[in-house]
């Protein structure tokens, strides 16, 4: 008994320091004000070419929306306590191919006329855990309205890319760690 114990003693404490690096997240997408019937699912998985974004949005309008890492877990008042896009290094907002833009700017998803966006994209600024500049524990927020990806030429544009409100959000989490 004794032996069990201090195996499961030792097995406990040693999870607790291993580094554990996560391979796969997951953000559930809602509207959490209910006004939208918006749901989604997206998996973010660790890859060698960086992390891969994939899943699907449903009971979105067609067309295009941005689609942003935000700040925090505080997905209250809508969405709006997620704060602003996830922006660690204090740059300004742009599109996912730019070499400078924020952790955040993750572009947009395109919706289909049945009202469904099938994402699928590799991102090499996401990092899949909690350190300052990682995205576990922060929101995925999916905007009403096409992100201008920075080419704006507005202070808005520099900021959140003119993509107007919040319709769907949700917490990214850990799906499975080494
Ligand atoms: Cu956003």
Redesign the pocket.
């Known amino acids: 008994m004794f032996k069990v114990l201090l195996a499961a003693a030792i097995l406990s404490f040693s999870c607790h320091l291993c580094n554990c690096a996560v391979k796969t997240a997951y953000v559930h997408l809602r509207d959490p004000s209910g006004s939208t019937e918006v749901t989604g699912e997206l998996n973010f998985t660790q890859t060698a070419n960086g992390v891969r974004i994939h899943g699907k949005i449903l009971g979105i309008h067609e067309g295009l929306h941005?689609g942003?890492v935000?700040e925090s877990a505080n997905i209250g008042r809508s969405c709006a306590g997620a704060g602003g896009?996830f922006n660690p290094h204090n740059v300004p907002h742009g599109s996912p191919k730019d070499k400078i833009r924020t952790v955040g700017d993750l572009g947009n998803v395109v919706a289909d006329e049945y009202g469904v966006a099938v994402v699928d994209f590799f991102d090499d600024l996401v990092r899949l855990n909690t350190d300052v500049d990682g995205v576990i524990g922060r929101s995925y927020?999916i905007?009403e309205k096409e992100d201008d990806l920075g080419r704006g030429n507005n202070k808005e544009s520099k900021t959140?890319g003119n993509?107007g409100g919040l319709i769907a959000c949700g917490v990214i989490e850990v799906l499975e760690e080494d």
Do not use: Q
Request: contains cysteine; charged residues 0%; glycine residues 12%.
């Open positions: 941005g942003h935000h896009v927020v905007h959140n993509c």
